[in-house]
Each structure stands twice: as structure tokens, then as C-alpha cells.
């Protein structure tokens, strides 16, 4: 897997527009970039998926540039509840024999 | 409601005891996992099946071993529980292992004093 960097943590007001920017500087041809998130005492959960240029779900936006070394997880308008901590990864979205292998994450949290 | 089911929630244990952590899902996945998190850490990968019979290690496997007992069930076990394995478990599984498909289970919070 392609190594990601990502801040440690964010901070934002409710109703602000979030964007946490994920470095992948050795991003291979077959690599895709996904996301996930996790609420204190859960389990992560996938939220979005991209390989180029963007995508848009009910979630979230993910913007990818042409070179694909970095991407931007957009959260539009948070609230209180998408205070969690969000990873980065980057690897074959296809591979069955290489499971997913977390960093630290970004810790974002949203103040009133 | 369908997803991974994760028993017990929360354990105490001695140093030294044994115990272990179940896991069970009912999507008829392939793939199943382990990881722990620690405090301010991301997961870290203990061990994995990615198929029926199959088993493999992970970042840290020391201190551990796994059972794919059938399809639905991936058991953790610590036959000699240390401080070092206070940490939150979690259980996922996965159709064919693809990145955005991985479903995670609620956790486990183990003690080890």
C-alpha cells in the first residue's frame, strides 16, 4: 500500500465546510483512494471512494487532482455529530489478499 | 439487522489469563479480521482470513492466535493475557477484501491489569 500522510487533527465550527488534504506521493496506476470514519466507540466505516478527479455521495466530496498525489475529503456543512477521525488510504480497491492497513487518521473535531 | 457481531463488550483480565474474543457475521462474507486500537492510535492489523481455512499474520500477531471455526465465525484468542494487550478489538469482515467494503464490529475493550 502506498504510504499516506494526513494531519493529526482539525478543528471547525458547526456549519463550516471541512477539507482534510491526504498526501500519497507513491500512488501506483492500479491504486484507488478511500476514505473511512470513526465515531468514538465504533468501528470504522467506509465513506467514500475515488480515483480521479472527483466524486460526490450523500457523505462527503472527494477531489482528486491529475497528478493523484494527494486527494481532499470535503465535509460540507458539519455538525457536532461528524466529530470522528477520518482515514486515508490508498491501495488496489480490488486486492483480496492485502487488507486494509490503517494510520493514524485525522481527528477532527466540531465545536458549537 | 445484518452486520458483525462482536461478544463480550468489555473484559477484565489477569495478567496471565486466557480468554477468548468472538466474532461473528452475517453477510456472507469471505474475508474476516482482526485489529486493535490502541489509545490515540489508528488499527493495526493482528490476523486475518481471507477465505475459509485459511489464516494469516498481521502487523502484530505476537501474542495471539486465530480461529476460522466456518464462514460466519473468526475467534481471537490470548492464551496468556499481558498489560501490553489492553486495547480496543475490532472484527471486520469483507466479500473479497475490496478497500470500501470492509464492515467493522462495535469492539471489544479489553482490560489486562
Known amino acids: 500500500l502506498a504510504k499516506t500522510t494526513q494531519p493529526i487533527s482539525m478543528d471547525s465550527y458547526e456549519g463550516q465546510e471541512v477539507n482534510i488534504t491526504c498526501s500519497h506521493n507513491?500512488?501506483?496506476?492500479?491504486?484507488?483512494i478511500t476514505w473511512y470514519q470513526q465515531f468514538p466507540s465504533q468501528g470504522p466505516r467506509f465513506i467514500i471512494q475515488?480515483?480521479?478527479t472527483k466524486v460526490t455521495n450523500e457523505v462527503a466530496s472527494l477531489f482528486i487532482p491529475a497528478d493523484r498525489k494527494s486527494s481532499t475529503l470535503s465535509l460540507p456543512r458539519v455538525s457536532l455529530s461528524d466529530t470522528a477521525v477520518y482515514y486515508c488510504l490508498v491501495g488496489d480497491h480490488n486486492s483480496g489478499n492485502t487488507p486494509l492497513v490503517f494510520g493514524k487518521g485525522t481527528r477532527l473535531s466540531v465545536i458549537a | 439487522n445484518a452486520g458483525v457481531t462482536q461478544t463480550p463488550k468489555f473484559q477484565v483480565l489477569k495478567t496471565g489469563q486466557s480468554m477468548t474474543l468472538q466474532c461473528a457475521q452475517d453477510?456472507?462474507?469471505?474475508?474476516m479480521y482482526w485489529y486493535r486500537q490502541d489509545p490515540g492510535m489508528g488499527l493495526r492489523l493482528i490476523y486475518y482470513?481471507?477465505?475459509?481455512?485459511?489464516?494469516d499474520k498481521g502487523e502484530v500477531p505476537n501474542g495471539y492466535n486465530v480461529s476460522r471455526l466456518n464462514k460466519r465465525e473468526f475467534s481471537l484468542r490470548l492464551e496468556s493475557a499481558a498489560p501490553s494487550q489492553t486495547s480496543v478489538y475490532f472484527c471486520a469482515s469483507s466479500e473479497r477484501g475490496e478497500y470500501y467494503g470492509y464492515t467493522f464490529g462495535s469492539g471489544t475493550r479489553l482490560t489486562v491489569v
Open positions: 482470513s481471507a477465505s475459509e481455512g485459511t489464516t
Open positions: 453477510m456472507n462474507h469471505n474475508s
Open positions: 475515488g480515483y480521479k
Open positions: 507513491n500512488i501506483a496506476t492500479n491504486d484507488y
